[in-house]
């Protein structure tokens, strides 16, 4: 993170002279989505968008008031184009002012842009070499081509002594170093694995060129796999205990992998925040590859073995906190403060496995949400509890799920309101990494969106977008590769050593902020100390320029989010309105067929199965006829948990007559508790929507088409409109 020549110092302070006077998203935006730029205060209250080649006016509209924004120092005024959606290339242009960068409306305006941010993970892959049809211009030598470590005196046990040498493959370098810590690993990984649960069918035609593509996994799990192996290997078998990093016991300078020092790397000591960080990230790793076993046999089952065995040493091991030992000068990754961890490792093993002992260990109504960094996962449990929350056992508190992540949302709303800038980010957000800060922040804001589908936190969280791509108070895009005025020096050892001048692309490095750590590092100064004007492009600036593993993680998340919920909103097909009991019996005695056949099952089955994949979602599908199942396909990212959803939900349905979101309303409507009806065991019953009677005229129900994998009343929903399309009935 440090040892920079001066000989590549190359950029200068004049780059900041350059800040373009109208700050805006540098690539541009999605027709949909909402539209903003910042202008300065000038004397003109109107703007116009032009077409970028004619300079032609397409769009005009007036300049919101003055405000002012702290963090930057300025008074600003918006310009707010969301209306236009046509495609095109167009600029912002203000009397008084220069036009603003080019940019782009268009549908796939962000393909290239998530391609990159989960390519750069290949490019930081430790021990092997990036063949050039792989990497292009950036194809280099294997670093740690050796993948044997030593264990350090500090992690030294009976089984291990320390000087044993141990094999530890693989694995991301964690940021413009050479070293790999499962501390950042964890939230990491665990938020590819995360849009890639929720985002099934967008990775899956998302192609990296990687080596590994065109195998029978998405490139986003092929890529994960490279770190999950180094994670699974920092784990001692002996104990299950995990080390906290692989590191050099110093930094190396600035040179490419190969180059790196050829002295022994260690395994350094275990800590208890390496535990759970390592259980939460194997729990959920294991159900993402549990449709995968097949291709990789018995890897589910050993991730989940894996994240249970570290969950036991962290709770035999409880206060065991990592501070570098006196020999080791890297990055400490240091957390005392664990509790976030235990929930969130807790929080996974629970949907994992099933078993309700984990989620009563993680105490969730003492649990709060926050914006996650890597030494604060907590949120990370509500993002799982939430995604899976319509196949949680009973005893998980759905409504304080929800209430978590809108609590939180609506904070960050209030904050994005009264920005002049339009973003959430207010002075203390201006830390290290705060530009993981604002994607970490839109990451909430999405789940929060894909719960309620308030507008809001869509925009708001595209406002967190449009900041890291121009419309900021730098006017940089603080991506590698993209935009007008991209970062071009970011501290990043290969981009400093591998002679080519432009950086690699697709990181997101750290941003403004007025600690300048660096400062009596960099003979550059700083152009001012304001927080949000804090920044260095330079390599020199480990404190605001450099790239990390867990600060590109929510750049990948957050893009391809917004592609899909802004193309399609999560609801637009499995629209779930509030319907009385009333409209359920309708839609139950309206539904119904005069026969039914094997192949009018699957013909139903695959018309779920459209309208699921239209909107973006898995689920699981099952239609029986008098016991016999005739219809079962689970989508990607789906388990035994929606088979055992659809069985209880099917039992409700048998022994009522009614669908079970009729059961559902009824009970709701009385005031009683759904998830506790006296007469029924929730071990056989389930009164969540999903579960509808296959009724025939004059004979009555003979079975039931159901649905598991979303909320309850958006199961019901998807159920009925694919009964509607097929029998075709009007809504």
């Known amino acids: 993170m440090r040892l920079v020549p001066i000989a590549l110092l190359l950029a200068t302070a004049a780059a900041h002279a350059q800040t373009p006077a109208i700050k805006v998203n540098q690539l541009g935006f999605l027709p949909l989505s909402s539209k903003l730029a910042v202008v300065p205060q000038l004397e003109a209250t109107a703007f116009e968008v032009i077409d970028a080649d004619s300079g032609k006016p397409v769009f005009k509209g007036s300049l919101r008031a003055p405000a002012a924004w702290a963090p930057s120092g300025e008074t600003v005024r918006l310009a707010d184009f969301s209306a236009l959606k046509t495609p095109g290339s167009y600029r912002i242009k203000v009397a008084g002012a220069a036009p603003s960068d080019r940019f782009t409306i268009g549908d796939k305006v962000y393909q290239p842009l998530t391609t990159a941010a989960l390519k750069a993970y290949y490019f930081n892959r430790a021990g092997t070499a990036l063949a050039q049809a792989h990497a292009g211009v950036y194809a280099r030598a294997a670093g740690h081509a050796n993948s044997a470590a030593v264990v350090h005196a500090s992690a030294a046990s009976s089984a291990r002594p ?92 600035m040179v490419m992998p190969v180059d790196a020092m050829k002295t022994p790397r260690y395994v350094v000591a275990k800590s208890t925040a390496a535990a759970f ?21 018995g890897l589910s089952a050993r991730m989940l073995a894996a994240a249970e065995a570290a969950w036991q040493w962290a709770e035999a091991n409880p206060a065991r906190y990592f501070k570098n030992p006196s020999d080791v000068v890297t990055g400490e990754y240091g957390d005392d403060q664990v509790a976030d961890e235990r929930a969130w490792a807790a929080a996974e093993l629970y949907i994992t496995s099933g078993k309700d002992s984990y989620y009563r260990s993680m105490k969730a109504e003492s649990v709060t949400a926050t914006v996650p960094t890597w030494s604060d996962v907590r949120s990370l449990a509500w993002i799982s509890l939430a995604q899976h929350r319509a196949s949680l056992t009973p005893l998980a508190d759905r409504k304080l799920i929800e209430k978590r992540i809108d609590g939180l949302a609506s904070n960050l709303i209030r904050q994005w309101k009264a920005s002049g800038y339009r973003v959430a980010m207010t002075e203390p957000d201006f830390e290290w990494g705060s530009n993981a800060v604002a994607m970490n922040q839109a990451m909430m804001l999405l789940q929060a969106y894909r719960m309620n589908g308030n507008g809001d936190y869509l925009a708001a969280a595209q406002s967190a977008l449009d900041y890291v791509l121009g419309r900021n108070a730098t006017g ?20 400093q050593a591998d002679g080519i001048e432009a950086p690699v692309p697709g990181f997101l490095t750290g941003g403004p902020q007025p600690g300048q750590q660096d400062k009596a590092e960099c003979p550059v100064p700083y152009p001012t100390n304001l927080a949000a004007t804090a920044y260095l492009d330079h390599a020199c600036s480990f404190a605001s320029n450099e790239v990390a593993i ?24 499995m629209d779930a309105p509030e319907i009385t009991l009333a409209d359920i019996a309708r839609q139950e005695s309206t539904l119904q067929f005069d026969s039914f056949s094997n192949d009018m099952a699957l013909e139903i089955g695959l018309k779920i199965i459209e309208l699921a994949r239209e909107a973006r979602q898995s689920v699981a599908v099952d239609i029986r006829r008098n016991g016999t199942q005739l219809f079962y396909h689970g989508m990607p990212g789906t388990s035994s948990d929606h088979a055992d959803w659809i069985r209880r939900k099917n039992n409700l349905v048998d022994r009522s007559g009614h669908s079970s979101f009729y059961i559902h309303t009824e009970v709701k409507n009385r005031g009683g508790d759904y998830d506790a009806i006296p007469t029924l065991d929730p071990r056989e019953y389930a009164a969540h929507g999903g579960a509808f009677p296959l009724t025939l005229r004059g004979t009555g129900q003979i079975g039931t088409i159901t649905v598991s994998g979303l909320p309850g009343p958006e199961d019901h929903a998807l159920v009925v409109r694919a009964l509607q399309a097929y029998l075709k009935v009007k809504p």
């Not at 784990?235 to 080390?243: K, L, R």
């Not at 993680?553 to 899909?564: G, H």
């Open 162 to 253: 320390a000087g044993t040498v141990i094999a530890v493959p693989k694995g991301w370098y964690d940021a413009g170093d050479y070293n790999i810590y499962v501390a950042n690993s964890g939230i990491s990984t665990y938020t590819l694995l995360a849009a890639y649960e929720h985002f099934p069918a967008f990775f899956d035609k998302l192609g990296t060129n990687i080596p590994e593509s065109g195998n029978a996994l998405p490139d986003i799990l092929d890529e994960t796999l490279w770190n999950l192996e180094w994670m699974l290997a920092m784990q001692d078998p002996n104990d299950g205990g995990v080390y906290h990093k692989l590191t050099n016991l110093t930094f190396d300078g």
């Open 476 to 495: 940089y895009s603080f991506v590698t590769g993209f935009g007008t005025r991209p970062a071009l020096h970011p501290h990043h050892r290969p981009s």
């Open 550 to 573: 867990n600060w590109n993680a929510p750049l990948l998340y957050v893009t391809a989010a917004l592609k899909e919920l802004t193309t399609k909103a999560p609801r637009e097909i």
């Open 277 to 297: 960080d390592f259980a939460a990230t194997m729990a959920a790793a294991s159900r993402v590859f549990r449709p995968y076993e097949k291709q990789h046999p």
